[in-house]
């Protein structure tokens, strides 16, 4: 039996390296889903925190709008801003980005499907697969919600393809109780770019289906996002040839470090320009900063070496990446992990200062605190807690140092306590002092890149259910994130946990067409059963939702009294109003 399932072990990895080599670029087809909060995910789905006060005694966050996903790290770029009115049609907001050279936004989400085989007796996991499933949680971009959906289905068809293989050639190893367990199949999304203009991301299949080590392979999408397109890698360089040479250039003063085979220069030859057939097209994304080409493991050197990739920014190859893919600003955004050193150049004299973040964990990897490092001094935020502050750093950590056109330097560090809760804080960085701006019950997407001047926040509301909704913001020159956005879009409408409620009464409520202003409609009496979808909310006494027959519904909400705990409708409580409100506990 184990001569057995060596020989099936080696079969396998032999007629898999093969096939490898064959796919090359393209990365096989496995891949991954289950649903991700931002979100989320994000994807995108952040938890506010509960019983918890917000800063009122520092500036309240306001609200604006505007974007370009970008790669995070430090660029000289030409500054061309745009504000985006809330419920501005994306096909406008495209418009207006084409005109200016901005572009918004685009809110995405990564779902997951999850499956898994278990042992009948042990309960045992023999394999399991995640499959991803991408989704666009805004409206107007039917054409890329096709082309995502036909990504969607051919990922989920290849995907479970390979897992009910593998599960059908080590199914009588696992029956004689010899087969190897705990195998996986596993995907991961990773956005570089999700604006107004262009949808670039990868994903990274990791599998483990035994033998000598894991294997992982990256495949790459990029989205024209008004037409669906997908934009090939010569749509978006102006001189296919000489990108090619340059992407040569770097990987040779790199072959020693990865330790090429000798061939190599051939390969990368036949990625470029050999047939599509065998070698696909280059694996490549497209960010805020510019292009990176990647090479899969096994390409172009051992398992050892990796993949490599090689990136082109576009302050360094202007003239080689077509202008209206490029994006210029001044402001730049730099993820930074808890006990991870960045290199800022605080005052502007040249030199640069070390700044990271650190928390003293107890053994549940809570800490009370988080201790902030600047060029050599520390700031505890314990300093600044009151009651207005909550300032606490819970079981995690996550931020962005972030510059803007006034040269001053920003950190938003983004904590999460009880219950998920997400806490976001903004600090001003100076090169001999910091400074508590602002903070609030907010969540920033870790799954989109952030670019300083559009991104996502999220925060959990209780009106009418419990859920997570996100409006669309960008940074002012005094660190406080703003946006023009009036609702907040709620993201589980996008998936298949969706806050839907079912009238319980008769009710008296304004109704109106879809893709019509607010207020625009004719009171109209719905009865009882009628199905809703909600959409939208003020975040704090009005909610809009969608009826089965695509009309949307408005509700005015009337505050609670002091002994009530939730608000009325007509002057009826909430709650007596539907058979069931779905409140997270």
Request: overall charge negative; proline content about 3%.
């Amino acid at each position: 039996r184990i001569a057995a399932l060596e020989t099936v072990k080696t079969n396998f990895w032999i007629s898999f390296y093969k096939l490898t080599m064959r796919m090359h670029q393209n990365g096989g087809k496995m891949k991954k889903r289950r649903l991700i909060s931002v979100l989320l995910c994000i994807s995108l789905i952040f938890a506010g925190g509960c019983g918890q006060k917000t800063a009122e005694k520092q500036p309240a966050i306001q609200e604006t709008a505007e974007q370009t996903a970008k790669e995070t790290h430090k660029a000289e770029r030409e500054n061309k801003q745009e504000t985006v009115q809330e419920n501005t049609p994306a096909d406008e907001q495209e418009e207006a980005a084409a005109e200016t050279g901005a572009a918004t936004v685009l809110p995405m989400l990564v779902d997951y499907d999850y499956e898994a085989e278990y042992d009948q007796d042990s309960y045992e996991t023999l394999i399991s697969i995640d499959i991803p499933k991408i989704l666009v949680i805004e409206e107007g971009h039917d054409a890329l919600c096709t082309s995502l959906e036909e990504w969607n289905q051919k990922t989920y068809k290849s995907q479970m393809g390979a897992y009910k293989s593998v599960i059908s050639d080590n199914r009588e190893l696992w029956d004689e109780g010899v087969g190897m367990t705990e195998l996986s199949i596993e995907g991961n999304i990773t956005f570089t770019r999700a604006d107004s203009l262009v949808l670039s991301y990868y994903m990274d299949t990791n599998e483990w289906l035994g033998g000598a080590h894991p294997y992982s392979f990256k495949e790459t999408c990029n989205y024209d996002v008004k037409t669906g397109k997908d934009l090939k890698l010569s749509d978006v360089v102006s001189d296919y040839d000489t990108f090619y040479k340059e992407v040569c250039a770097k990987l040779e003063e790199r072959k020693d470090e990865y330790g090429f085979y000798e061939d190599y220069p051939d390969t990368v030859k036949n990625v470029f320009y050999g047939d599509k057939e065998e070698y696909g097209e280059p694996l490549w994304t497209l960010s805020g900063d510019g292009i990176t080409v990647y090479f899969n493991t096994y390409v172009l050197a051992p398992y050892a070496s990796g993949e490599q990739a090689v990136s082109l920014s576009f302050t360094e190859y202007p003239e080689l990446i077509r202008k209206q893919y490029q994006k210029n600003s001044d402001q730049w955004a730099i993820p930074i992990a808890e006990d991870e050193i960045c290199l800022v150049d605080l005052d502007g004299d040249g030199a640069e200062e070390e700044i990271s973040y650190s928390a003293d964990r107890d053994e549940y990897d809570y800490a009370d605190s988080i201790v902030i490092h600047c060029d050599g001094n520390s700031y505890d935020t314990e300093m600044f807690m009151d009651s207005d502050y909550y300032g606490g750093c819970g079981y995690s950590a996550y931020g962005y140092l972030i510059r803007t056109q006034n040269g001053k330097t920003w950190l938003y560090l983004e904590t999460m306590g009880e219950g998920d809760g997400k806490y976001l804080q903004i600090f001003e960085l100076m090169k001999n002092d910091l400074r508590l701006v602002t903070a609030d019950y907010l969540g920033i997407d870790p799954n989109q890149p952030f670019d300083p001047e559009s991104f996502v926040l999220s925060k959990r509301f209780d009106i009418l259910g419990t859920y997570e909704a996100y409006k669309k913001f960008h940074v002012e020159e005094d660190g406080i994130p703003k946006t023009e956005d009036l609702l907040w879009t709620i993201v589980s409408t996008y998936t298949d946990w969706k806050v839907e409620l079912t009238s319980s009464i008769d009710m008296e409520l304004s109704v109106r067409e879809a893709n019509t202003k607010r207020g625009s409609g004719q009171k109209e009496t719905l009865p009882a059963g009628t199905h809703f979808v909600l959409l939208k909310t003020d975040g704090e006494a009005y909610a809009e939702a969608m009826l089965d027959d695509g009309r949307i519904c408005e509700f005015e909400l009337e505050h609670p009294s002091e002994d009530e705990w939730e608000g009325r409708i007509n002057g009826v409580s909430i709650s007596d109003c539907f058979e069931y409100v779905p409140y997270a506990g």
